[in-house]
């Protein structure tokens, strides 16, 4: 059963991967920008959403 829902991570993050990757380029480029702080703690809270659903996506 753990090995199940650990592979099913694994194929979740695979199928993610591509959107988290725009997601931390974004976020890159956001931190250049003029708003920076706010930028900041608007792409922090995304990035730790998405890794809260992954782990959901682990353990549920």
Excluded: G, H
């Amino acid at each position: 059963m753990q090995a199940d829902r650990e592979e099913k991570a694994k194929q979740w993050e695979a199928d993610n991967a591509d959107k988290y990757k725009q997601w931390q380029e974004e976020r890159e480029d956001t931190k250049q920008s003029v708003s920076f702080a706010y930028n900041l703690r608007r792409w922090n809270m995304i990035e730790s959403a998405w890794k809260m659903n992954v782990l959901k996506r682990c353990y549920s």
